[in-house]
């Protein structure tokens, strides 16, 4: 068998392999640009290179409006104001907490949906079944870059009289009908959180062909200030600022490099997990475009014998930090545990993922070899499952 550092070797990584790891661009580009903007005093505040980062991501998605924003989250809760929910709003349980922070942050409930179990989405059955005279809107999530049913969703929507959007943050540069994302539904959101794909230290921006909604959006994230000294709306801070943008400038040109190297990081693990029993790659859809930013497995407990949790707790003593996401899925989470303890009941399909799956490392900061070496260690617990299993429970005895 192959040493594991659970059985006393070195661990097969000297430093830690985080998913997540930033993609960055051009270094020199980044550093001239952020010269720049000292040169020109103008840190923040609708500065130039906000304004360029705005027009080339509406540019690349296909949309009228793009409002930049200091994180995906404050996004979310701007265009939910604007939008004016209220109520309960549907949503998956089966994503990062964020999404449903963004409703309770002002006091809306989010009522948790199941997700099809082959996308990972909104389930637009389960969406139908939880409409009730309170619900003012639904938020699906494209998780991992996987798009939701969009023309079901719209159709539930128009039909209801629901408020749609879709938190886009895992989704730039993936498309659904071969339309990019960024315009359905009445608005969506993207994240530019240093672990996405495309990152601006911390960003996020809110995506819309309404110009009513747009124009409100932005208000709204400058304090409601229309001018000087004019405010005509509630508002708070959601600015991104210069440096931000500049970053997401610079990693906008090199966004098909980063394609192609996830793209490349994805099929050397398709073909290295082929043969291992009891593992399923998350699959990207073949006609449509994808960002390749996820390396997402399901694993099966009973095929492995070891177990999700146990293959996660070798890795990490390998140095390669896979994470559980979404685990354990929101309604798991506080204050949503407490408040709806049964929720679990009408969430079946998110239950079982929650409990199945792993992303592992990827993005430019990794190549074959790691990702061999990932795979190598993925397999010898596999095939030495309950040696593995007993070395564990031995460890965690105590003395
Ligand atoms: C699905 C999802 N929605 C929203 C967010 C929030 O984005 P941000 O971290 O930019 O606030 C994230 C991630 O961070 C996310 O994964």
């Known amino acids: 068998m192959k040493d594991l550092a659970i059985f006393g070797s070195p661990p097969a990584f000297r430093e830690k392999i985080h998913v997540g790891r930033p993609n ?3 270094r020199e580009r980044l550093l001239s640009r952020i010269n720049e903007i000292l040169d020109r005093r ?7 290179y906000v304004q360029e980062f705005e027009r080339e991501i509406a540019r690349l998605a296909g949309v009228r409006h793009c409002i930049a924003a200091c994180n995906g989250t404050i996004a979310l809760e701007i265009v939910i104001r604007a939008l004016g929910l209220e109520g309960e709003v549907i ?4 994503t990062f907490v964020a999404t449903a922070h963004a409703l309770q942050w002002q006091e809306i409930t989010p009522v948790f949906c199941d997700i099809d179990p082959k996308t990972f989405t909104l389930s637009p059955d389960r969406v139908e079944e939880l409409v009730t005279p309170a619900t003012t809107g639904i938020i699906g999530v494209h998780l991992w870059g996987r798009t939701c049913d969009v023309d079901a969703l719209g ?11 879709f938190d886009a943050a895992h989704a ?6 071969g339309r990019m994302v960024g315009s359905f539904g009445n608005a969506e959101i993207l994240s530019f959180h240093a672990t996405k794909f495309l990152n601006a230290f911390e960003g996020g921006a809110v995506l819309t062909n309404d110009d009513a909604l747009a124009a409100k959006v932005r208000l709204m994230k400058n304090f409601g200030f229309s001018g000087y000294d004019n405010v005509i709306h509630v508002g708070t801070n959601g600015k991104m600022s210069e440096v931000s943008a500049a970053m997401g400038l610079t990693g906008l040109e090199s966004m098909d490099e980063f394609i192609a190297v996830n793209r490349r990081n994805y099929e050397r693990y398709r073909l290295e997990l082929a043969s291992i029993p009891g593992i399923r790659l998350m699959p990207y859809p073949e006609e449509e475009r994808s960002n390749y930013q996820y390396v997402v497995l399901e694993i099966d407990d009973e095929r492995t014998e070891i177990g999700r949790d146990r293959l996660v707790e070798v890795l990490h003593a390998e140095n390669v930090i896979a994470r559980r996401y979404f685990h354990p899925g929101c309604h798991r989470m506080e ?19 929650a409990g199945r799956v792993m992303s592992l490392p990827t993005g430019t900061s990794i ?11 993925l397999r010898t617990v596999v095939e030495n499952g309950p040696e593995v299993r007993a070395r564990l429970e031995a460890s965690r005895a105590p003395r």
Do not use: D
């Open 24 to 26: 960055i661009g051009n």
């Open 335 to 353: 204050p949503y545990r407490t408040r709806f303890p049964g929720a679990g009941k009408l969430l079946p399909v998110t239950e079982r993922l």
């Open 367 to 377: 190549g074959g070899e790691e990702i061999q070496a990932i795979c190598s260690i």
């Open 42 to 48: 103008w840190l923040t505040n609708n500065g130039i």
């Open 155 to 165: 159709e539930i929507a128009e039909r209801k009289g629901l408020k749609l959007l």
């Open 172 to 177: 730039f540069g993936c498309s659904r009908g």
């Open 91 to 94: 949503v998956p349980s089966f």
